[in-house]
């Protein structure tokens, strides 16, 4: 059975790289070998995930990797005086957004928690992060309806008054969180577990077999990606967003992935855990406030993406969380993008040194350069229903489809469909292939969904707070306006805005950048027939 692998400080690069360890992992190692602040860790690679026989060794090889966390960290997974939490992780060689399992705060249990509090004097932090545990545990190892825990969660926001979960206080969510216990129970027909070590194998386990879940699968087949490389597992040190005001936790860009500016593109959730932020299921409204009430984070943030382009000679996509005002990174792989944006970026890292006109070219080849357009519409005639936050570019118009079924049987009958839902996952990702565009009443423009959305393509627009959908109808409002599936709408994915009708689009396409393309496949041409001409002039 294969080893794992730790990723701290000063430990050298892993043999087999990407291909032994998972993207994840290799770019974890690499980031933490640049002094980048990544939260201790351990691998298990690849070769682990198609082992038949790996429960009798599985125990074992995590207790040692957890052995070095504890040595790495001063602390004790499983103690009651400073525990160690971790999360487990999913990670394949080609990174594949959202498409796969992660299990966070790993290690609680009635001894710890209490320990957590006496550790960090924050009841609401412990709590939380329990209750996190017992609803991502019950979903992702148990397989466990989500649907009884949610409700356990909505009514306990009602019934405080409180806007989100963020405002729920620690005895809310010890009562809570010992009503998820006793759902978990009364679902499960057993304990949730009270081990550490049993609840680290079962997330292992889980995330093992997330490989071959139905859109992980789905996801492989849309992108040539093959089925028997397996994906690595990632356990990690916890880091916590939900530690208070001077927390939070965001996904980044190094550039915009719509349009390819030189920006930090970013969402950001004060006091909650990376789940809030990339799951798609919550209105985010706290990319303002980063600037204004963390300064030196914001600052560092634009440290960290130079930094990050610099090392891995491309725009990043990158998972963080911020502790009590400290940044940890959590992961970064190369950013999903549009075709305008990869046009854009390419130019741009020649011109500031990072490619070679030859690797830029290397990045390009799986794009079709002669389709990449942006839409617009020129003058919208239809009136505007509600405007949105914008996840993409372009525009869109097609028939309103309120789930995966909708979107396939209006692409049956030729008719284009516009994907509209409360929020969207990546269990969607049939649905988000055969769509024109996309539309949600929550989630941000960073959720994994919508990565994988502006990877294909698809018009993108999110946090429509004017949306609301009721599926028994099978029809949306929008505003004032009701429409029913198999209405018309369309789409601004450059301004935001939501029409009703089928609105006529502009298209425009990125000229200069790709007169500089054309002109570095003309020299590249200039000097392969260079080569071959003094390669047969010295064989005279």
Same mark, same amino acid.
């Given at each position: 059975?294969?080893?794992?692998?730790?990723?701290?400080?000063?430990?050298?690069?892993?043999?087999?790289?990407?291909?032994?360890?998972?993207?994840?992992?290799?770019?974890?190692?690499?980031?933490?070998?640049?002094?980048?602040?990544?939260?201790?860790?351990?691998?298990?690679?690849?070769?682990?995930?198609?082992?038949?026989?790996?429960?009798?060794?599985?125990?074992?090889?995590?207790?040692?990797?957890?052995?070095?966390?504890?040595?790495?960290?001063?602390?004790?997974?499983?103690?009651?005086?400073?525990?160690?939490?971790?999360?487990?992780?999913?990670?394949?060689?080609?990174?594949?957004?959202?498409?796969?399992?992660?299990?966070?705060?790993?290690?609680?249990?009635?001894?710890?928690?209490?320990?957590?509090?006496?550790?960090?004097?924050?009841?609401?932090?412990?709590?939380?992060?329990?209750?996190?545990?017992?609803?991502?545990?019950?979903?992702?190892?148990?397989?466990?309806?989500?649907?009884?825990?949610?409700?356990?969660?909505?009514?306990?926001?009602?019934?405080?008054?409180?806007?989100?979960?963020?405002?729920?206080?620690?005895?809310?969510?010890?009562?809570?969180?010992?009503?998820?216990?006793?759902?978990?129970?009364?679902?499960?027909?057993?304990?949730?577990?009270?081990?550490?070590?049993?609840?680290?194998?079962?997330?292992?386990?889980?995330?093992?077999?997330?490989?071959?879940?139905?859109?992980?699968?789905?996801?492989?087949?849309?992108?040539?990606?093959?089925?028997?490389?397996?994906?690595?597992?990632?356990?990690?040190?916890?880091?916590?967003?939900?530690?208070?005001?001077?927390?939070?936790?965001?996904?980044?860009?190094?550039?915009?992935?719509?349009?390819?500016?030189?920006?930090?593109?970013?969402?950001?959730?004060?006091?909650?855990?990376?789940?809030?932020?990339?799951?798609?299921?919550?209105?985010?409204?706290?990319?303002?406030?980063?600037?204004?009430?963390?300064?030196?984070?914001?600052?560092?943030?634009?440290?960290?993406?130079?930094?990050?382009?610099?090392?891995?000679?491309?725009?990043?996509?990158?998972?963080?969380?911020?502790?009590?005002?400290? #940044?940890?990174?959590?992961?970064? !792989?190369?950013?999903?993008? *549009?075709?305008? $944006?990869?046009?854009?970026?390419? /130019?741009? @890292? &020649?011109?500031?040194?990072?490619?070679?006109?030859?690797?830029?070219?290397?990045?390009?080849?799986?794009?079709?350069?002669?389709?990449?357009?942006?839409?617009?519409?020129?003058?919208?005639?239809?009136?505007?229903?509600?405007?949105?936050?914008?996840?993409?570019?372009?525009?869109?118009?097609?028939?309103?489809?309120?789930?995966?079924?909708?979107?396939?049987?209006?692409?049956?009958?030729?008719?284009?469909?516009?994907?509209?839902?409360?929020?969207?996952?990546?269990?969607?990702?049939?649905?988000?292939?055969?769509?024109?565009?996309? #539309?949600?009443?929550?989630?941000? !423009?960073?959720?994994?969904? *919508?990565?994988? $959305?502006?990877?294909?393509?698809? /018009?993108? @627009? &999110?946090?429509?707070?004017?949306?609301?959908?009721?599926?028994?109808?099978?029809?949306?409002?929008?505003?004032?306006?009701?429409?029913?599936?198999?209405?018309?709408?369309?789409?601004?994915?450059?301004?935001?805005?939501?029409?009703?009708?089928?609105?006529?689009?502009?298209?425009?396409?990125?000229?200069?950048?790709?007169?500089?393309?054309?002109?570095?496949?003309?020299?590249?041409?200039?000097?392969?027939?260079?080569?071959?001409?003094?390669?047969?002039?010295?064989?005279?």
């Amino acid at each position: 059975m294969p080893d794992l692998y730790p990723i701290l400080p000063g430990i050298p690069l892993a043999p087999g790289g990407a291909q032994a360890v998972g993207n994840k992992a290799w770019n974890l190692i690499r980031m933490a070998q640049a002094g980048l602040p990544v939260p201790s860790a351990f691998v298990l690679p690849t070769s682990w995930c198609g082992q038949a026989d790996r429960g009798a060794t599985l125990r074992p090889a995590l207790a040692a990797g957890i052995a070095r966390l504890e040595t790495a960290t001063g602390r004790s997974f499983g103690g009651t005086r400073r525990p160690l939490l971790v999360s487990v992780r999913s990670g394949a060689a080609v990174s594949m957004p959202g498409m796969m399992e992660t299990v966070l705060d790993v290690g609680l249990n009635a001894d710890t928690v209490e320990a957590l509090v006496r550790l960090t004097g924050n009841p609401r932090l412990a709590w939380d992060s329990y209750r996190r545990l017992v609803q991502g545990y019950a979903e992702v190892v148990a397989g466990l309806p989500t649907a009884p825990f949610d409700a356990l969660l909505t009514a306990a926001v009602a019934r405080e008054e409180a806007d989100t979960e963020q405002e729920l206080d620690h005895r809310t969510l010890r009562a809570l969180t010992l009503a998820m216990l006793d759902c978990y129970r009364s679902l499960a027909g057993t304990a949730f577990p009270h081990d550490p070590y049993d609840q680290l194998v079962a997330a292992a386990e889980a995330v093992f077999r997330s490989w071959d879940a139905p859109k992980a699968a789905s996801y492989r087949r849309l992108n040539g990606i093959g089925d028997d490389a397996g994906t690595a597992v990632t356990v990690q040190t916890m880091v916590f967003g939900n530690a208070g005001g001077a927390s939070g936790s965001g996904v980044g860009f190094t550039r915009d992935p719509a349009t390819g500016a030189r920006e930090l593109y970013f969402d950001f959730q004060f006091n909650g855990q990376g789940e809030d932020v990339v799951a798609g299921r919550h209105r985010l409204r706290d990319n303002d406030r980063l600037r204004v009430v963390l300064p030196a984070v914001w600052q560092r943030l634009q440290e960290v993406c130079r930094t990050l382009e610099t090392l891995f000679r491309d725009a990043q996509d990158f998972e963080f969380t911020v502790q009590s005002g400290t #940044l940890y990174l959590l992961q970064a !792989r190369r950013a999903k993008r *549009t075709g305008w $944006a990869a046009v854009t970026i390419a /130019v741009d @890292l &020649v011109q500031e040194g990072l490619l070679t006109p030859e690797e830029a070219l290397s990045h390009l080849s799986g794009i079709d350069l002669d389709s990449v357009v942006r839409t617009r519409f020129d003058r919208p005639s239809a009136a505007r229903l509600a405007e949105a936050e914008v996840a993409g570019i372009g525009v869109a118009s097609g028939a309103v489809a309120l789930d995966t079924a909708a979107v396939k049987r209006l692409a049956a009958e030729g008719r284009p469909a516009i994907l509209v839902r409360q929020d969207t996952t990546t269990a969607d990702i049939e649905g988000l292939a055969a769509a024109a565009g996309l #539309l949600t009443a929550s989630g941000g !423009r960073t959720s994994h969904a *919508t990565v994988v $959305a502006r990877q294909l393509g698809i /018009v993108c @627009l &999110v946090g429509c707070a004017a949306l609301s959908i009721d599926l028994q109808a099978r029809r949306c409002r929008i505003g004032e306006t009701v429409l029913d599936e198999g209405d018309v709408l369309s789409l601004d994915g450059n301004t935001g805005a939501v029409y009703a009708g089928r609105l006529e689009p502009v298209t425009e396409r990125p000229e200069q950048a790709l007169a500089t393309i054309r002109g570095w496949k003309a020299t590249e041409i200039a000097s392969a027939v260079h080569r071959v001409t003094a390669v047969q002039a010295s064989g005279r």
